[in-house]
């Protein structure tokens, strides 16, 4: 499969990046809008004619002012490469951050039907995260949300991932095909790229830099944010297709060069990295917006760093230099914003025997999930926040919808309990990966096996989903369970956010009703992560 095109080139200043960020994705997300709300054939091919023709003013546009802004790139990159001539300082790594969570029930626990002798509490907040959901409220408001299933699997098959100013451009001649997640991207290099370093010393580094500054660059980076804008990917698939780029060019045995050249394509996108030695082999350290687990850190002015090449996690001694490549450059954010556009390599699934009236069939992505794998485990909150798969999402909301269409907002939100509560296996992560291990909301319907949070997540997904209300997660020091706010009067166990009553609502707590937290935690101080 051939790719894409969008979006001119980065920036140094944080502000630009940003900006330049956000026009590009909103174009992305009005291609998504043509293709979802025209049917026929012929709308959806002038529709996307007429864009194009569009996209070429703006790209022309935007080319332009990009020459300018790669002559203060250039600068910024030779005057960076003077400075890791320089003699790099000592450093040592601090052991990663373990996972602070290790699921207490051991057995999944049985709600008693007994009527409770104890009066409805107030659920104590100890602390409140709180993480920003993307999409704006009215994309979420029922199935005007969804793309209809027969569009989204022509935009996963179909969508044209060719332009032709790249493929007709003589100046980078050449192109290497890299398999990203199921998609066979042509990315586009010049032999200049293959950088050769004699050694890891600071003077290696320092021409190797130096030689990728006078190439031509910029094209494999206006790729680069072309992909990223059409794919809709997050910071993170950016870094694995720059990785993915990069395997293909350089040999195995070219590891250090590959690293160099990693960490410079990242920089000039506008993201903070930095280089390292350690071992014989340069290190790739990179900041991320939210805490990283079991990766070993050193910090940087104020930031933490995290070492992507080292030996296990643990204390270790690295070699690294003291300045940045200019000021203000983004940190990796893991949240995955907007459902990104991968292949579909569907597994069928089928849930809700003996809970629902029928079965009900769903899909997953086994590309999504191949991309998961590769994530860094990080807070609670990315897993809660982040969207899924579109065609996945469909297939799974229009299953569910018919069962809560026409039901008060209680009626719906207990259908959907039961749903979670009976129709995935209890199992804790040390006994199914051996570690702790959180999930995506579409990784739940893969697993099966699923403990509290992973419940929580998915049952928190579908509310905001199909009965547009807000709902929290409500974390103990030991389990997580989820707090609705409804619009109607429904009593029970709740938490107070923002002045408003959020009811519990415990996935894990099979048969329980909503408004019934778990005796054992009635009294327990939570924090709540609130999505909004």
């Known amino acids: 499969m051939q790719n894409h095109g969008k979006k001119p080139q980065r920036r140094d200043n944080k502000k630009y990046f940003l900006i330049m960020k956000q026009i590009f994705l909103a174009v992305a997300i009005v291609i998504s809008a043509i293709f979802a709300v025209n049917a026929q054939t012929d709308a959806q091919k002038k529709a996307f004619e007429d864009f194009r023709k569009d996209r070429e003013v703006f790209m022309n546009k935007m080319k332009n002012d990009f020459e300018s802004f790669k002559k203060h790139q250039d600068s910024l990159n030779y005057e960076f490469a003077k400075h890791v001539k320089e003699a790099w300082e000592e450093f040592e790594a601090c052991k990663g951050v373990e996972c602070p969570r290790k699921p207490v029930p051991q057995v999944q626990p049985q709600y008693n039907a007994a009527p409770s002798t104890n009066t409805y509490k107030e659920i104590v907040v100890q602390k409140v995260v709180e993480e920003a959901i993307a999409e704006q409220k009215e994309e979420r408001q029922g199935q005007d949300f969804l793309i209809e299933q027969t569009a989204d699997e022509e935009i996963a098959q179909n969508y044209d991932l060719q332009f032709e100013e790249y493929h007709q451009e003589k100046v980078l001649g050449q192109s290497v095909t890299v398999d990203f997640f199921g998609y066979y991207l042509d990315m586009l290099y010049e032999n200049e790229f293959i950088i050769s370093m004699p050694d890891n010393r600071e003077s290696s580094v320092a021409a190797a830099w130096e030689q990728l500054s006078r190439t031509n660059y910029s094209k494999l980076v206006s790729q680069l944010q072309q992909l990223e804008a059409e794919l809709h990917l997050n910071d993170w698939a950016v870094y694995q297709l720059i990785s993915n780029t990069s395997k293909m060019i350089f040999p195995k045995d070219k590891i250090n060069e590959k690293r160099v050249f990693d960490v410079f394509l990242y920089s000039q996108l506008g993201y903070a990295a930095k280089m390292g030695r350690m071992d014989g082999k340069i290190i790739v350290l990179i900041p991320f917006k939210t805490e990283v687990y079991k990766l ?174 807000n709902v929290v997660l409500v974390d103990y020091p030991d389990h997580v369970a989820t707090a609705v706010h409804f619009n109607e009067n429904v009593s029970g166990d709740y938490v107070k956010y923002k002045g408003k009553n959020y009811v519990i609502c415990d996935p894990t707590y099979v048969g329980a009703p909503v408004g019934e937290a778990m005796p054992e935690y009635k009294n327990v101080p939570a924090v709540l992560i609130a999505k909004h």
């Open 296 to 469: 070993p850190y050193y910090t940087f002015k104020n930031t933490k760093y995290y070492l992507m090449d080292c030996n296990g996690n643990k204390p270790q001694k690295f070699y690294s230099y003291s300045f940045d490549l200019g000021t203000n450059r983004a940190t990796c954010d893991l949240d995955i914003k907007h459902p990104m556009w991968l292949p579909q390599k569907s597994i069928k699934k089928k849930y809700g025997k003996g809970v629902l009236p029928n079965e009900i069939d769903v899909v997953c992505n086994q590309n999504s999930l191949d991309f998961y794998g590769t994530m860094p485990m990080t807070d609670l909150s990315t897993y809660a926040s982040s969207e899924i798969d579109a065609l996945v999402s469909n297939r799974l909301l229009n299953s569910l919808r018919p069962f809560v269409e026409g039901k008060s907002e209680k009626e719906a939100a207990s259908i959907l309990l039961a749903f979670v509560q009976k129709s995935f296996k209890y199992s804790t992560d040390e006994e199914q990966f051996g570690y702790e291990k959180y999930f995506f909301p579409d990784e739940l319907l893969f697993y099966n096996n699923s403990d509290c949070e992973d419940r929580s997540i998915l049952f928190s997904y579908l509310v905001r989903k199909l009965l547009n209300l």
